[in-house]
């Protein structure tokens, strides 16, 4: 009988450790229920499969930018990252941009794959053509933006992935 109430105690204490643990998050855009989540990486290994479905993610975040929208950046590996902002437009995600590095995300939306971006490729014509002549904004932000050398945008292949999320939990923040 002892031994039960010691079971019993232990397995009390562990629960209200998982319940505190799970609610230490910051939500943005739609509640996110209980779901089965992929990780970034097999969420690259499946894309065909994918494109254009709802997915369910959890990965580290490694980036976040903050040009004309928001969007974070999880890590798949040491050369590409899938980025994730709002799908709504009229009401796009802020993400803390200072807070949310390093931390843990859960994110839904719709997967998609891009050919790459081109607000870079133009910002990077614009770099070549104004050699000595004065910068723009948007030339600034680029260059803020190449800061950021560690983990790119695009894969290997030329490839952007993004998830157009409608929910987003980011722990820790």
Do not use: C
């Given at each position: 009988m002892r031994k039960l109430l010691v079971l019993l105690s232990i397995f009390m204490i562990f629960i209200s450790c998982e319940k505190n643990k799970t609610e230490n998050f910051t939500n943005f855009g739609?509640?996110?229920?209980?779901?089965?989540?992929?990780t970034p990486?097999?969420?690259?290994?499946?894309?065909?499969?994918?494109?254009?479905?709802?997915?369910?993610?959890k990965g580290k975040i490694i980036s976040?930018?903050?040009?004309s929208i928001s969007l974070i950046g999880l890590k798949?590996?040491?050369?590409?990252?899938?980025?994730?902002?709002?799908?709504?437009?009229?009401?796009?995600?802020?993400f803390p941009k200072e807070k949310c590095i390093g931390k843990q995300a859960e994110i839904v939306g719709i997967f998609q794959i891009k050919d790459g971006f081109p607000k870079h490729f133009e910002?990077?014509?614009a770099d070549k053509n104004n050699k000595g002549k004065v910068k723009t904004e948007r030339d600034e932000i680029y260059?803020?933006?190449?800061?950021?050398?560690?983990?790119?945008?695009?894969?290997?292949?030329?490839?952007v992935y993004i998830i157009k999320a409608t929910g987003v939990n980011i722990y820790g923040i």
């Open positions: 739609s509640t996110i229920n209980e779901t089965k989540f992929i990486q097999e969420l690259i290994d499946q894309k065909d499969n994918l494109e254009w479905r709802e997915v369910a993610v976040v930018y903050e040009h798949v590996n040491d050369s590409t990252e899938v980025n994730v902002f709002s799908i709504d437009n009229d009401k796009p995600f802020v910002n990077e014509k260059k803020e933006s190449e800061k950021t050398k560690e983990y790119e945008h695009n894969n290997k292949n030329g490839k």
